[in-house]
């Protein structure tokens, strides 16, 4: 019985150490830079300056076909896979834009860099982009995400965008705050560009 309470305690000292690990990197973890417009019940509206990713394109149409794959490409990238070996930070969100027509999976490159700064990808499936500005709606979720969830949450947001007469202009877009292996306090975002005039 002894026993069983030292691997007990040694078990929650072992995860209060993680936990510890995994709140200091995300508190570490560059995001995407943005303004906060309105504050809604319910979503948020935001406005997004012009920034540069690393985006592949996939035939994939939901989360589950387009994450593991799209994932391990632009990590190959960050990590090394580019003409200078130069490994890159990770930022955060992972955006994954999904359509029936296909999907796109981004990294934001931080913000210390230009397009013109950035490494060639190895991979010609990884491109260099800047985005364009934009506004757009945006609610959050916690938990793992998966393709019902992320569905169901863009179902309500586009109801509620629509009951304050908000025009959509676009297609919606998923974001992804955590690793894999961080198994609370995550955070998920579905957001929905939007015609907005200030």
Do not use: C
């Amino acid at each position: 019985m002894k026993a069983f309470y030292i691997v007990a305690g040694l078990g929650i000292v072992f995860l209060m150490v993680q936990s510890y690990k995994l709140l200091s990197n995300t508190l570490k973890t560059e995001n995407q830079k943005y303004r906060l417009i309105l504050k809604e019940d319910g979503f948020e509206i935001r406005f997004y300056p012009s920034a540069t990713f690393a985006k592949i394109n996939s035939p994939g149409t939901n989360y589950k076909s387009v994450a593991s794959s799209g994932f391990n490409k632009l990590a190959g990238y960050i990590f090394g896979g580019n003409d200078q070996g130069k490994s890159i930070a990770m930022t955060a969100p992972v955006r994954m834009e999904m359509s029936d027509k296909g999907s796109t999976m981004s990294f934001v490159m931080p913000e210390k860099y230009q397009a013109s700064d950035l490494p060639k990808p190895k991979d010609a499936s990884v491109q260099i982009v800047k985005s364009s500005p934009q506004y757009v709606a945006v609610i959050r979720f916690g938990g793992y995400a998966d393709d019902e969830k992320i569905k169901e949450k863009r179902d309500i947001l586009l109801k509620l965008i629509h009951n304050k007469g908000i025009k959509v202009v676009g297609e919606y877009t998923f974001l992804g705050y955590n690793a894999p292996f961080q198994f609370w306090g995550r955070t998920n975002e579905v957001a929905i560009p939007i015609e907005w005039k200030e």
